[in-house]
């Protein structure tokens, strides 16, 4: 599985959304993963060549997040 991004408020799921489709990244809200342990209950789903592009345009607009891999 590809891997996911986490947050601690809705907020903050649905700004990286926004960020990343403004960005020219193909990502999706989904479910969070239990394990992933999430504050939040959303989770943001990308493509894996998209996402140093897509963690550049998280970091440079402030959307705090955490990456969570399926192991």
């Given at each position: 599985?590809?891997p996911?991004?986490?947050?601690?408020?809705?907020h903050?799921?649905?700004?990286a959304?926004?960020?990343?489709l403004?960005?020219?990244?193909?990502?999706?809200?989904?479910?969070?993963p239990?394990?992933?342990?999430?504050?939040?209950?959303?989770?943001?789903?990308?493509?894996?060549?998209?996402?140093?592009?897509?963690?550049?345009?998280?970091?440079?607009?402030?959307?705090?997040?955490?990456?969570h891999?399926?192991?």
């Amino acid at each position: 599985m590809n891997p996911v991004l986490v947050f601690d408020t809705t907020h903050h799921a649905l700004w990286a959304e926004q960020v990343a489709l403004g960005s020219g990244c193909a990502a999706e809200i989904q479910p969070a993963p239990a394990a992933a342990r999430a504050k939040c209950a959303l989770a943001l789903a990308y493509l894996p060549g998209d996402e140093v592009q897509l963690l550049d345009a998280l970091r440079g607009a402030g959307v705090p997040y955490r990456k969570h891999t399926f192991n």
